[in-house]
């Protein structure tokens, strides 16, 4: 069932939104070669703390054994989301997609970025160049007359035309008092196809694109999502509401572009 939000509704999930920019904006100034993965995920929880939210990874979905250990997933290189963050340092020419959850005013916010960090091959620049792109393809068809399978057709195109894989087995997701609610928001489709979009609704858009063949598992630790080729892949996701029609996105990137010193 989607649940439809109020304006004010949606107000306090940009709050949440909000939180979880600030920590990837956090992240981006932090981000440098040789830092441990453990140490971003433990700052990200204080930061997120120190602002009144709740992680919504960290014990996702259940708190039982098994559940996921961390505030951030932290996906490395040929790693496509659900990374764990471990005692992995980031080295010169890694690509890291850092993707975080909070609980803010019982809302989530849920929004990921992938980083380039120092002498990242052209190739895999570009691929997470267009990944980005794919994003905001995907945003620009959240109006009134369109449906959820226009979103993933515009992702699809865009990454295909490059020669890249779409994951089919991850998809982006409604949003609001739980993580993951109805609709599924995948990254491929038809158009006009699937459930209408409708004002009041809120979705997590976030295209998973292999610079290889679109072919994923699941590594030995049970959560990080891999490439089958093990090629690298990048993950780029925003909180979108639907207001009178038109995409209004809930979370920025602003914070992780001024960290970055990226002018827009
Ligand atoms: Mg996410
Ligand atoms: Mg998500």
Redesign the pocket.
């Known amino acids: 069932m989607i649940y439809i939000k109020t304006r004010e509704e949606i107000e306090l999930m940009r709050e949440a939104a909000l939180c979880v920019s600030k920590t990837l904006g956090m992240i981006a100034g932090e981000l440098k070669e040789g830092v441990e993965l453990k140490k971003l995920d433990k700052l990200a929880e204080e930061f997120i703390r120190d602002m009144g939210g709740i992680p919504s990874f960290k014990g996702y979905p259940d708190n039982k054994p098994g559940s996921f250990p961390a505030t951030l997933?932290l996906s490395l290189n040929d790693a496509v989301?659900h990374g764990i963050p471990d005692s992995r340092v980031v080295k010169d020419g890694d690509v890291l997609s850092v993707?975080?959850?909070v609980i803010k005013n019982g809302f989530h916010g849920?929004?990921?970025y992938t980083f380039c960090i120092g002498n990242v091959k052209p190739e895999v620049r570009k691929m997470v160049e267009v990944t980005k792109e794919c994003l905001y393809k995907g945003i620009e068809q959240v109006t009134a007359n369109n449906r959820i399978g226009d979103i993933g057709f515009a992702i699809q195109q865009h990454a295909e035309k490059h020669g890249y894989g779409v994951v089919r087995e991850l998809v982006g997701h409604g949003l609001g008092r739980s993580l993951h609610e109805d609709p599924q928001v995948p990254n491929y489709g038809r158009r006009g196809t699937g459930p209408k979009l409708r004002d009041g609704m809120v979705i997590?858009i976030?295209p998973m694109i292999n610079m290889g063949k679109k072919e994923v598992r699941t590594a030995s630790n049970g959560w990080d999502i891999i490439t089958k080729d093990g090629l690298p892949s990048a993950h780029f996701?925003h909180d979108v509401a639907m207001i009178d029609g038109k995409a209004e996105i809930l979370s920025t990137f602003d914070y992780v572009y001024e960290a970055l010193g990226i002018k827009k």
Do not use: F, L, P, Q
Request: net charge negative.
């Open positions: 997933c989301v993707d975080c959850g849920d929004h990921a997590a976030e996701e």
